[in-house]
Each structure stands twice: as C-alpha cells, then as structure tokens.
C-alpha cells in the first residue's frame, strides 16, 4: 500500500511531473529523475514530488540521492503522511523510526478503505480474526462482559467477536475505515483515535484484541502498559505480529515485524501471568506467506488476603 501523489501548487510543475512519470513508465529513469528535478526547483516544498524523486533515485540505484530526496520530503511535510521517513531510513544507515507516522497510517488506511477488505482476504488471504479468536478459544476463552477492538478498520475482527460480547467497542485512526465498520452495525461504540497516542481513561475491559495492528506501531511498550491499565484484573489482551529475529525491525513493506524474545520479555515485564504464542500464517505478500505469531496473554485475578480480612488484594 502506497499514499498517492499530491498536485503541487504550480500548474507547470505539475506538467512536468507527468511527463515525468511517462518517462519513467517507459523506463527512461535518468530523463524521469531530470526533469522531475527541474519541477522542483519551481516548487520546493511540494512534499509528494519529492517523495516521487525518492522512488525514481532508488529505482535507478542511486541510494544517496534517494535518501536526500525523501529527507527534502520530511522537511517540507514534518507529519509525513507520505511516509517518506521510513523509505530515507530503510535506505540508509540511520537507525529506524520507532513507530510509523501517524498522518502516514491514516491517509493509507483512509485511502485503502473501499478496496480493503477485497484486497487484504480476497487477494492476500488475511485470517487475522479467524487465527486470534482461535488462539483466545484455546486459552480458555468463553465470553465477554466489555471487549475493544484496536485499530479495528473495517469491522474483521468485530464480525468474528460480536456473538462473543455483551459491549463491544471499536477503535481505529481512519474516518474511512470507521465509516464502513459503522455499516456492519457490529460495534457498540466506533472511536476515531491514534491508539499510538492513547491516554489513560477510567474505561475498563475484559477483553482487548488488535489483529494486524501492532505492525504499524513499531516500538510496542507504550501500547502494552496502557493495555494493562485498561483490563480488569484477570483480563485478556490478544494480538497478531509478524515473526522477526531483530527485537523490532522495520521492513521494505514499510510494516515492522517483532521477534518471540521481544514480545515474550514485554509481555512478562507488563505484569501478564500467561502468555500463549503460536506460529502462524496471517496472510500472503507477494506470492509469500507472512510468517506471524498469534498471542494471547491474560493479567492475574486479583483474590482477597485472608490475613487482612478482605481489605488488601494478593495477584492469584
């Protein structure tokens, strides 16, 4: 998935920059690069041409020139709905950002809502809710007084939950997305948030699931504690990654993938006594299967100390 391109301001840059997306087209690259460069000069804040300037640079094999083209392109878009960071750290030495703009995820996903759910299960296959609701089935799980949904997109997951929960609540960063959830009728309540930025709130659940989302967050220690502040004693957090050696590495798909270790260590450190993992195949890119794992972990049940007559609590 890649944002589209902007107009720039400039009716001539413009013209120029189809003409140099035909040469491109028509693999003439170094001719592409030239007068993509020309229009530039015209306008030099058009964040998206020098997004496009990046690609053409690295897919002529000129890294460094890559590189300062998708750095121009930060510069002049510092939110980086283009994700133009990523494709400058990915190709250079730099270390890797820890999360994924948040204006990048929600133009993405704002854009890919129509053909979503077409493309991701009919074309790559996704199972997601299918593979998580099963892993939570196999811990044990029966039913849910308050269960949320993150980053729930167009409903997947709410589908599979919803005869499974008394409230069901849903979450995503994309207004697109939320419209075609509202559709399903699923949801008790649809909130248009950053789960990457949530705060703290008196809300409470049982449940918290987030299929195919935490590969957008990148670095996960933030969104774990405050699921952990978010479940009642006892709760269950389950969630799908893609299997990685590194901790946390960023991929060409621009999504980033966790190794066992990480999420096994994180987990622990959060304070959840069982923790569940399986190997998994959530969907397909490119003709290949994505090596995922499936996680489902569970908070202690918090009893009475006898000693104390009931008024202090000991984790079971």
Same mark, same amino acid.
């Given at each position: 998935?890649?944002?589209?391109?902007?107009?720039?301001?400039?009716? +001539?840059? $413009?013209?120029?920059? %189809?003409? *140099?997306?035909?040469?491109?087209?028509?693999? #003439? @690259?170094?001719? &592409?690069?030239? =007068?993509?460069?020309?229009?530039?000069?015209?306008?030099?804040?058009?964040?998206?041409?020098?997004?496009?300037?990046?690609?053409?640079?690295?897919?002529?094999?000129?890294?460094?020139?890559?590189?300062?083209?998708?750095?121009? +392109?930060? $510069?002049?878009?510092? %939110?980086? *709905?283009?994700?133009?960071?990523?494709?400058? #750290? @990915?190709?250079? &030495?730099?270390? =890797?950002?820890?999360?994924?703009?948040?204006?990048?995820?929600?133009?993405?996903?704002?854009?890919?809502?129509?053909?979503?759910?077409?493309?991701?299960?009919?074309?790559?296959?996704?199972?997601?809710?299918?593979?998580?609701? +099963?892993?939570?089935?196999?811990?044990?799980?029966?039913?849910?007084?308050?269960?949320?949904?993150?980053?729930?997109?167009?409903?997947?997951?709410?589908?599979?939950?919803?005869?499974?929960?008394?409230?069901?609540?849903?979450?995503?960063?994309?207004?697109?997305?939320?419209?075609?959830?509202?559709?399903?009728?699923?949801?008790?309540?649809?909130?248009?948030?950053?789960?990457?930025?949530?705060?703290?709130?008196?809300?409470?659940?049982?449940?918290?699931?987030?299929?195919?989302?935490?590969?957008?967050?990148?670095?996960?220690?933030?969104?774990?504690?405050?699921?952990?502040?978010?479940?009642?004693?006892?709760?269950?957090?389950?969630?799908?990654?893609?299997?990685?050696?590194?901790?946390?590495?960023?991929?060409?798909?621009?999504?980033?993938?966790?190794?066992?270790?990480?999420?096994?260590?994180?987990?622990?450190?959060?304070?959840?006594?069982?923790?569940?993992?399986?190997?998994?195949?959530?969907?397909?890119?490119?003709?290949?299967?994505?090596?995922?794992?499936?996680?489902?972990?569970?908070?202690?049940?918090?009893?009475?100390?006898?000693?104390?007559?009931?008024?202090?609590?000991?984790?079971?």
């Amino acid at each position: 998935m890649a944002a589209k391109p902007f107009f720039s301001a400039d009716p +001539a840059a $413009d013209r120029r920059a %189809a003409f *140099a997306d035909a040469l491109a087209a028509d693999g #003439d @690259l170094p001719g &592409a690069i030239e =007068v993509l460069t020309g229009a530039l000069e015209r306008v030099p804040g058009w964040a998206a041409g020098w997004y496009r300037l990046g690609e053409y640079c690295e897919r002529a094999g000129q890294r460094d020139a890559a590189v300062q083209a998708f750095a121009r +392109a930060v $510069d002049a878009d510092p %939110a980086d *709905a283009l994700g133009a960071g990523m494709k400058r #750290d @990915l190709l250079s &030495a730099a270390p =890797v950002c820890e999360s994924m703009p948040a204006a990048f995820v929600e133009l993405l996903f704002d854009q890919y809502a129509p053909r979503f759910e077409t493309s991701l299960v009919g074309q790559l296959g996704y199972r997601g809710p299918e593979l998580l609701f +099963a892993q939570l089935a196999s811990a044990g799980f029966t039913r849910a007084q308050r269960a949320l949904d993150l980053g729930c997109g167009t409903g997947l997951m709410g589908e599979v939950l919803r005869p499974h929960c008394d409230t069901l609540i849903g979450m995503d960063i994309s207004q697109a997305m939320l419209d075609q959830a509202r559709a399903k009728h699923v949801y008790d309540r649809l909130e248009k948030t950053d789960i990457a930025a949530l705060e703290i709130a008196p809300d409470r659940y049982d449940l918290i699931v987030a299929a195919d989302v935490f590969a957008y967050l990148g670095a996960l220690e933030r969104i774990i504690a405050w699921c952990v502040a978010s479940l009642v004693p006892g709760g269950r957090l389950a969630f799908t990654v893609e299997a990685g050696e590194a901790p946390v590495a960023l991929r060409e798909s621009r999504r980033f993938a966790h190794s066992s270790e990480y999420i096994a260590d994180l987990l622990g450190q959060a304070g959840f006594a069982g923790v569940d993992m399986t190997p998994c195949v959530l969907r397909r890119d490119r003709g290949a299967d994505i090596a995922s794992l499936c996680v489902c972990a569970s908070l202690p049940i918090l009893t009475p100390d006898r000693e104390d007559d009931g008024e202090a609590q000991v984790c079971a």
